[in-house]
């Protein structure tokens, strides 16, 4: 155990991963990548994240389900939406991260997460 949060990436675009990896590593999450929300949610009695990034499009489950049972199951985490898809569409949520993602989206998002 490192001592740092974990992040959930419910994401299926290996860069769109590959991205959000670093940016959250850099500051200071570990993380756990989910290519869908089946993955994801098979991996709940295993994680307890901080912080959950999920992405609307995913093949199988949708990412609204995935984000109403991550929120179900971990009332705590803060939630983020990304998307391709017009942020007016995206379900509650405590941010959103619209794409392309870049760094300062991240940064200004986690500013507003509480720690």
Do not use: N, W
């Not at 949060?5 to 850099?26: F, M, S």
């Not at 803060?78 to 300062?104: E, H, N, Q, R, W």
């Amino acid at each position: 155990m490192t001592g740092r949060p974990l992040a959930l990436i419910v994401e299926d675009a290996a860069d769109q991963v590959a991205l959000l990896r670093r940016y959250l590593d850099r500051e200071g999450f570990d993380v756990f990548a989910a290519i869908d929300a089946e993955s994801a949610i098979a991996a709940f009695d295993d994680i307890d994240p901080a912080l959950a990034v999920i992405d609307l499009l995913l093949p199988g489950i949708s990412g609204q389900e995935c984000a109403k049972r991550v929120q179900e199951r971990f009332p705590a985490c803060f939630l983020v939406i990304s998307s391709v898809l017009d942020a007016a569409d995206y379900p509650p949520a405590d941010a959103a991260l619209p794409k392309p993602i870049t760094g300062a989206h991240v940064r200004g998002i986690l500013e507003r997460m509480p720690r």
